[in-house]
């Protein structure tokens, strides 16, 4: 399979390890399992003295009845039976595009966004028409733009919701929109929603698997659940063909998780409300800071995100992004990714789910970096 090198994930191999500031990382501060438990309020030395007398079997091949049930309680409307479990939510969008998409397929994409949602089904050999967003719509999809993009051969449509790396976020309204776009011509929707419920607001986050027979929610344990170390994401749609085709796929490419993930990400579901007001709370908390920080820095300005863990933040500097963000990294160590790893040159994107310190520490030694160019 000829594919483009993933320019995200290369910047963050080749250089997240040797952060001393690392604002680059797109989870929410990561827990350990001692902090699982703490959060959970659950008996940890129970917990894994009935585990380690499991025999390591491939375990529940579909996913537990606990796991499934508690993705489903992130929906409205999902079923337990309705949930595909993957390896991570790169995984799961891995799995739709080949369980979906065919040379010469139709197929709708954004831009800035996760680069697998264009890329990916480029490489299968689909015709991949980009809809780019911008800055002076809040990096919301333009409906009229997105009309003349969608034919009647169209596929899928990609959205991912809330946005990498801009933070936006689309409301009810625009999603069911796209939704009528997208059913004129029977195309299903893919929404990359690994951001969501991490709002700013106290408000529902909306699933455009929830809204649209033919929508598909990808999402994982490791942003908005602070355990990328698991490696747990999933599918959700109610479109019965789609989850017929995942579910074949699924036996060539992956079988099962892994019986531990599978089991620390139930106690984390089965206590979602503590993590979330944990993880809302440092990234309500952080943006502030980040927020502070841009207004008193004239040469960086943002749209100030709505959710999720990212912002694309611009400079108005004479210096390629790479350059910006290598020579930041060398002389400051702190860390944050190149605008052009998301074809967005003269800007770099932030994290601001770290810890608190981390992120105030990594935005002073971008002052101190930016007074010197």
């Not at 007398?53 to 309705?82: C, F, K």
């Not at 969008?93 to 994409?109: A, K, P």
């Not at 002076?136 to 169209?154: A, C, I, K």
Request: net charge negative; hydrophobic share 40%; glycine share 8%.
């Amino acid at each position: 399979m000829d594919i483009r090198p993933f320019a995200v994930e290369e910047w963050m191999n080749a250089y997240e390890t040797g952060a001393r500031y690392n604002i680059a990382e797109t989870c929410v501060d990561s827990v350990s399992v001692d902090e699982l438990f703490s959060l959970a309020g659950e008996d940890k030395d129970a917990f894994l003295l009935a585990f380690c007398a499991r025999r390591l079997t491939y375990g529940d091949i579909e996913g537990s009845n606990a796991l499934r049930s508690g993705i489903a309680s992130l929906y409205r409307t999902a079923r337990p039976q309705e949930i595909i479990t993957t390896h991570g939510a790169a995984g799961a969008n891995h799995h739709v595009f080949c369980s979906l998409v065919s040379v010469g397929d139709h197929v709708v994409s954004i831009m800035p966004t996760y680069q697998q949602l264009y890329s990916i089904p480029q490489s299968i050999g689909a015709k991949v028409d980009i809809m780019h967003l911008r800055q002076e719509n809040g990096y919301l999809p333009d409906l009229s733009e997105l009309e003349r993009l969608v034919t009647d051969d169209t596929r899928l449509i990609c959205i991912n919701n809330p946005n990498n790396p801009t933070g936006a976020l689309m409301s009810k309204e625009l999603l069911s929109s796209i939704i009528a776009i997208a059913s004129n011509v029977g195309a299903y929707v893919l929404s990359d929603e690994v951001y969501r419920h991490l709002t700013q607001e106290d408000v529902w986050c909306e699933s455009v698997a929830d809204l649209y027979e033919k929508g598909i929610s990808v999402g994982s344990m490791s942003k908005v659940f602070s355990l990328a170390g698991i490696r747990m994401g999933w599918i959700f749609t109610h479109d019965e063909d789609a989850l017929k085709a995942f579910t074949s796929h699924r036996d060539y490419d992956l079988i099962s998780c892994g019986m531990f993930d599978d089991a620390i990400a139930s106690i984390a579901l089965r206590h979602k409300e503590a993590i979330l007001e944990r993880n809302r709370g440092i990234v309500r908390r952080n943006l502030a800071i980040l927020d502070q920080w841009i207004g008193n820095n004239a040469h960086f300005r943002y749209t100030k995100p709505q959710a999720g863990t990212t912002a694309l933040v611009y400079y108005d500097y004479d210096i390629p992004s790479y350059e910006f963000c290598r020579r930041l990294y060398d002389e400051t160590g702190s860390f944050v990714t190149p605008g052009d790893c998301f074809e967005e040159p003269g800007s770099f994107r932030i994290g601001y789910g770290s810890d608190t310190e981390t992120l105030r520490e990594g935005l002073a030694a971008i002052t101190r970096f930016s007074e010197g160019l």
